[in-house]
């Protein structure tokens, strides 16, 4: 009954012209892939404290679910949320409608299958091994064809404008449409037959650790980050009721965003494969980031003056904000934070330690999930002509910034002793012969154990955060069961 339903509900989407459908369907999609990625999560966080948990099984082993909670999170429920986010965004700023709804749905429904496929192929160890590269081909050739309609479909859009002034938003979303394909496509590689037999994917040797990240990087930059601040450009104003403090500030901003992000993917391997001048390149351009991240944190503080009472207020009309300062707050320390971990001395003591996870756990979740949350609570009840569940919410709020703050103080202070120890340890070769110079004083199950009472407490935070996310997902679900019901807007409608 539960797959009939579905299914004819996937029908009714893919064939579906009403205004606003393909932002429904997005928003829909994105939040049921949310609640699987974070019940993954916390299999990886029970993983680590009960290392036999789910034992025994290839598919559910740790080196398995682990891309596959990052890939859904990523491809999944932040660019999904994001698009349809996006996609009801545009008809209000540009004052035309969706270019065609229809297409928006078809985009959807290929979107659901592309995960649909790499939930299946991840977990059985079909994958080509690079970290936010790993979709097989078949899939990277669907990932492209899904960003080629969504592209078409928003260019067509802003084409029909009547008004050609641009407001930043605008600039944000074509910007991320144009670079998300060259990046993806330029980072699988399918530009080149890598092993003679007409192969594509990974390319020789130290080459392609410097590829997958000046790729993994750019998906950061030109992606995600683009579509978030294009969001966050549109409900800056909205939310704290003010108008935007700088518009030229916010396309300096742009510009020089889109001018130093993509020299930054060797900070991802400081003392790593690659040459040093490079690092060097990365290492400037990771400082000069402070120049369009200023450029939106200063228009951010001077928009939201005289506003940040509006946190506070428990009313339904306010809901959003909440979660929207708490993204912003949390751009600020990611890409304060950023910088500073790409100087070598510091990285050297950060680098594959939890402090890194730490990061990207604010950056995607704090501050981009925490946009899209908001996002999401304020379009929804205008979307569905219905109300949120607010007690649910408020507990959302709660749980989860308790479960990050436990989350993310235990990643950081974890990643600074591992690191510690990373370099005890590294003392004790000789990186010419690569042979040890004396008995260690640390073995690699010390540090292990030694990080046994972190990884209990973040497991707490995980539960916590887990719970909130899931009062999240249930709230949406109800407002578009709500919405669905008999005499329900959508249903009235024939949606
Ligand atoms: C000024 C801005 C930023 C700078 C300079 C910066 C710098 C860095 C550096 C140096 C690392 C490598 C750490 C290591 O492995 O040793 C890193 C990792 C990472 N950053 Fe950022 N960051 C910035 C903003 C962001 C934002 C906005 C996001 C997300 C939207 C993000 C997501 C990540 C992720 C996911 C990783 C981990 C990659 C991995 O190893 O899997 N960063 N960042
Ligand atoms: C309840 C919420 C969540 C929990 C408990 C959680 C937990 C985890 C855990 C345990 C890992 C593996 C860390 C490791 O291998 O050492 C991980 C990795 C990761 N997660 Fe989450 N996660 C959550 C939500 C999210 C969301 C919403 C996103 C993105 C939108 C996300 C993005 C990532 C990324 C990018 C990594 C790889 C980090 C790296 O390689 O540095 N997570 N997460």
Known sequence: MGLLSLLSGLCRWNNNDEENSAARSFILSSVLWLAFVVSLALILATKFVWPDFLGGTAWLSFGRLRPLHVNGALFGWLSMSSTGIMLYILPRLTGVRLYSERLGNLTCLLWN?????????????????????????????????????????????????????????????????????????????????????????????????????????????????????GIFYYFLPVLTKNPLYSHRLSLIGFWTLAFFYVWNGQHHLIYGPGPDWLEDVAITFSVLMLIPVFAVVYNFFKTAQGSWHLMFDNSPEHLPVRFFMIGGLAYFLTCTQGPFQALKAVNSNLHLSYWVVAHAHLAFLATFSFISMASIYYVLPR?????????????????????????????HTAGIVQGAMWLVKLEEYDFVTGSALFKPAVEFIDIVRLLHPFYFTLWLGAGLMATGVMLFVVNVLLTFYKADSPGGRLRSKGA
């Open 383 to 411: 979307l569905l002509n219905t109300s949120i569940n607010l007690r649910l919410a408020h507990w959302h709020f709660w749980l989860l910034c308790l479960g990050l703050i436990i989350f993310l103080g235990i990643l």
């Open 113 to 229: 299958l592309l995960l649909i496929g790499a939930s299946i192929t991840l977990p059985l160890g079909y994958t080509q091994g690079r970290e936010y590269a790993e979709f097989i081909l078949p899939l990277d050739y669907l990932f492209m064809s899904i960003l080629a309609l969504l592209g078409y479909n928003v260019f067509k859009t802003v084409a029909r404008m009547k008004d050609k002034a641009m407001y930043v938003s605008l600039w944000y979303f074509l910007g991320s449409l144009v670079w998300m394909p060259f990046t993806y496509m330029v980072g699988n590689n399918f530009l080149m037959d890598t092993t003679g037999l007409g192969g594509r994917g990974p390319v020789p040797g130290v080459n392609d650790a410097m590829l997958n990240w000046w790729y993994g990087h750019n998906i950061i930059g030109m992606w995600f980050s683009t579509l978030g601040l």
